[in-house]
Every structure is written in C-alpha cells, then in structure tokens.
C-alpha cells in the first residue's frame, strides 16, 4: 500500500494571472477573482500613464496632489465599468481635472492618440468634448 503524502497548499496572485489549476483526491480549490484593471490595454496603459505623471508631477500649491489622485481614481473606477460606465460622470469628472491640472487631460489625450475601439473610442469622445467644454468656459 502506497503511502499518501499530502501536498502542500498553494496561493496563486498577481495582476492578469492567466494559468492552469489541477487538483485531485480530496483537494478544496477556492478561486476568488476581482477586476483590478480595465478590460482593455488601452485604457490599462492610459491610467498607468497618468498615474505616473500624477506622481512625477511638482507641487502645485493651487492643486494638492491627493485631490488630484482622488479625481483620476475617481474616473479609472468608472471607466472599468465599461460600457456600463455613466458617461455625464465621467465627461463632468473629467472637465473637473482639466480645470485641476491640464497637463494630466494632456496625457490621457496623448494616450489615446492611435486607433482605439469599443468602449475606448466611447471614452476618447468623452475626453475631447470635456476638454472642448472647458476651453469654452
């Protein structure tokens, strides 16, 4: 008769893990998952973006950088709802940060610069027509 050994218990975390799990005999799997990120890498490399440019950013003593970081979460929150995100919220969040700190809409326009689709595209015009509704205020 075989001795049975028992294999000891694993954690698998990380950002975007893709992988497999086996498991046999009388072995418990619980598998949580969480949406951390945006479903698209577009809109995953334009908050990166802006985060680092959050950060890297100098003191603005009309801005404080944790208002500021409050905003952009507030927005990347909404958009990885995609097509299920309020877009009035999302255009009114956004001119708030243009009239906060342009240079940051700067780069959430540069990011989206190249082709971009599905709700993407949809968060683009967002972006054009709040920074269009600021310069007209």
Same mark, same amino acid.
């Given at each position: 008769m075989k001795k049975k050994t028992q294999e000891p218990s694993i954690s698998i975390t990380g950002e975007n893990v893709i992988g497999t799990i086996n498991a046999g005999g009388n072995a418990n799997v619980k598998i949580t998952q969480k949406i951390i990120h945006q479903a698209t890498p577009e809109l995953n490399t334009l908050f990166k973006s802006v985060h680092k440019k959050v950060k890297s950013r100098r003191q603005d003593p009309k801005v404080d950088k944790v208002k500021l970081t409050a905003q952009v979460n507030r927005i990347e929150k909404e958009t990885a709802k995609g097509k299920e995100a309020d877009k009035?919220? @999302?255009? %009114?969040?956004?001119?708030?940060?243009?009239?906060?700190?342009?240079? +940051? &809409?700067?780069?959430?326009?540069? =990011? @989206?610069? %190249?082709?971009?689709?599905?709700?993407?595209?949809?968060?683009?015009? +967002? &972006?054009?027509?709040?920074?269009? =509704?600021?310069? %007209?205020?």
């Open positions: 009035d919220k @999302l255009e %009114g969040w956004i001119m708030k940060l243009e009239n906060m700190a342009p240079d +940051i &809409v700067d780069v959430m326009l540069a =990011s @989206l610069g %190249g082709p971009v689709a599905g709700f993407t595209a949809a968060f683009k015009k +967002i &972006v054009e027509r709040a920074r269009k =509704s600021t310069a %007209g205020a």
